[in-house]
């Protein structure tokens, strides 16, 4: 029912259409270049230059080996923190099994 009138370009193609120039009234022509939105103004847009990356054999080498490398530090400093979680589990239930020993004495004892 309601439709728009504008057709909507979904993809932009990079052309900048001029604004439409004012009719000229009592005699008075507008000058080129006097509207802000002049085609002039607005350069066409240029593609950044991409700087492409060149990996030799010893690069990709160095590169798996740093990989690697990576992949163990980070595993031996896990596997560290849960031993030490470990540890700390077993003496804490240690700890629980004597208290818990001595507790009982001091009851039987009175």
Known sequence: MLRPRIPVNPL???IITP??????LSGIEPTRGTSPMAPEHHPTPTAPARTTVQLTPGSVVALAAGGGAVVLVVGAVLVSMLLAV???GVSVAVIAVVLRLLVKDLQKGR
Request: proline content about 25%; glycine content about 8%; charged content about 0%.
């Open 12 to 14: 932009p193609t990079g």
């Open 19 to 24: 604004p439409a120039q004012p009719v000229a």
């Open 86 to 88: 470990a540890i700390t």
